[in-house]
């Protein structure tokens, strides 16, 4: 799912404005949406199912995780997809979160060799401190002494460019993730976790130097075009493009990549009655990437929605057969282990 930054733009307007297409013969059409980051594999499991039966056909738009938990609560949307937990506004009916699919958080960096001119930014390494400094601009230039530390082999190649903080703009579950891996390594600079990430700098006031896009694709476009620039994107949108090595609880200096967000996310076991997961950073698996990030399906258990039915049938596909086939091939990791038992309990109480 190699995509170059040129397509990235596009892809997003695509993803935020096409639900998938129903067949034609469907009985029932049931519209979904919400967040960004699972788009690409969500809607291929929508496309898998629609074409394996007839009675439901499922619609997913890509809207993001604050405009998808808003839609669901009002009804707009049969189902929705989130990457983070209602903070107010839960709907009053019974309901339920269940986890999908997972992946990485990756950081992509704009940054140029002062010796060869070629881009730095998949040599860079970052311990999670020191990437909590960067973002919250306690360091503001990339010849800091503390990133220097970390990668001896290029010191002397790693310019003095001041950094600017790329992040999304609005409400955002990709956000909502960053911010959770941010505040585990740095509470003093990150104290709160939420959908914005422009009222989490510290002094709940964005840096001076900072941009801010309204989608991943934005954001890539603007870390692309700022040297000296780094960001938070879902690792599918930022594939292609160099992006930072965090370093992991054994002390390994690991990029993003479906492989190494698995060896994260398959060693995740604090998962909530509810469905939701307490993320662990401090997984100490060989080759694990520390920053993971799950996205849960919204659906309803009271039965008082129309199509339950179809909506557990589209979970229970994508769980158990969408996941395990198109998962990896598309950057992301298949939930697992008691995610997946749990998930799998869950999609029982749909109605």
């Given at each position: 799912?190699?995509?170059?930054l040129?397509?990235?733009?596009?892809?997003?307007?695509?993803?935020?404005?096409?639900?998938?297409a129903?067949?034609a013969?469907?009985?029932?059409?049931?519209?979904?949406?919400?967040?960004?980051?699972?788009?690409?594999f969500?809607?291929?499991?929508?496309?898998?199912f629609?074409?394996?039966?007839?009675?439901?056909?499922?619609?997913?738009?890509s809207?993001?995780?604050g405009?998808?938990?808003?839609?669901?609560?009002?009804?707009?949307?049969?189902?929705?997809?989130?990457?983070?937990?209602y903070?107010?506004?839960?709907?009053?009916?019974?309901?339920?979160?269940i986890p999908?699919?997972g992946?990485a958080?990756?950081?992509?960096?704009?940054?140029?060799?002062?010796?060869?001119?070629?881009?730095?930014?998949?040599?860079?390494?970052?311990?999670?401190?020191?990437?909590?400094?960067?973002?919250?601009?306690?360091?503001?230039?990339w010849?800091?002494?503390?990133?220097?530390a970390s990668?001896p082999?290029?010191?002397?190649?790693?310019?003095?460019?001041?950094?600017t903080?790329?992040?999304?703009?609005g409400?955002?579950?990709?956000?909502?993730n960053?911010?959770?891996?941010?505040?585990?390594?740095?509470p003093?600079?990150?104290?709160?976790?939420?959908?914005?990430?422009?009222?989490?700098?510290?002094?709940?006031?964005?840096?001076?130097?900072?941009?801010?896009?309204k989608?991943?694709a934005?954001?890539?476009?603007?870390?692309?075009?700022?040297?000296?620039?780094?960001?938070?994107?879902?690792?599918?949108?930022?594939?292609?493009?160099?992006v930072?090595?965090?370093?992991?609880a054994n002390?390994?200096?690991?990029a993003p990549?479906?492989?190494?967000?698995?060896?994260?996310?398959?060693?995740?076991?604090?998962?909530?009655?509810?469905?939701?997961?307490?993320?662990?950073?401090?997984?100490?698996?060989?080759?694990?990437?520390?920053?993971?990030?799950?996205?849960?399906?919204?659906a309803?258990?009271?039965?008082?929605?129309?199509?339950?039915?179809?909506v557990?049938?589209?979970a229970?596909?994508?769980?158990?057969?969408?996941?395990?086939?198109?998962?990896?091939?598309?950057g992301?990791?298949?939930?697992?282990?008691?995610?997946?038992?749990?998930a799998?309990?869950?999609?029982?109480?749909?109605?």
């Amino acid at each position: 799912m190699r995509r170059s930054l040129a397509l990235l733009a596009g892809v997003a307007i695509a993803a935020s404005t096409v639900a998938i297409a129903a067949p034609a013969h469907a009985a029932n059409t049931i519209s979904g949406g919400g967040a960004s980051f699972p788009y690409p594999f969500i809607s291929q499991c929508a496309a898998d199912f629609n074409a394996s039966q007839s009675n439901f056909a499922i619609q997913y738009t890509s809207t993001g995780s604050g405009t998808g938990k808003s839609n669901f609560t009002k009804g707009t949307f049969v189902y929705a997809q989130t990457d983070s937990k209602y903070a107010s506004g839960e709907p009053t009916f019974g309901w339920e979160y269940i986890p999908t699919i997972g992946g990485a958080i990756a950081f992509p960096i704009n940054l140029k060799s002062t010796t060869t001119g070629k881009t730095l930014g998949s040599s860079i390494q970052l311990k999670q401190s020191t990437l909590a400094k960067i973002m919250g601009g306690v360091i503001k230039s990339w010849n800091d002494k503390e990133i220097l530390a970390s990668n001896p082999r290029i010191a002397k190649s790693i310019p003095a460019k001041p950094i600017t903080v790329v992040y999304r703009s609005g409400n955002s579950g990709t956000t909502n993730n960053t911010l959770q891996y941010l505040n585990a390594w740095a509470p003093s600079i990150f104290g709160k976790v939420q959908d914005d990430f422009s009222t989490a700098f510290p002094g709940s006031i964005p840096l001076a130097s900072s941009q801010t896009g309204k989608d991943n694709a934005t954001v890539m476009s603007l870390i692309n075009a700022t040297e000296g620039s780094i960001g938070y994107v879902d690792f599918g949108d930022a594939k292609g493009y160099p992006v930072a090595r965090i370093q992991n609880a054994n002390g390994e200096f690991i990029a993003p990549s479906a492989a190494s967000a698995s060896k994260n996310l398959a060693n995740q076991t604090n998962v909530g009655a509810n469905g939701l997961i307490t993320l662990n950073y401090n997984v100490k698996v060989p080759g694990a990437y520390p920053a993971g990030i799950f996205s849960y399906m919204l659906a309803r258990t009271d039965g008082k929605g129309p199509n339950g039915l179809g909506v557990r049938q589209f979970a229970d596909y994508v769980l158990q057969k969408c996941g395990p086939s198109r998962a990896a091939s598309l950057g992301y990791v298949p939930v697992g282990g008691k995610v997946l038992a749990t998930a799998k309990t869950l999609v029982t109480k749909i109605q």
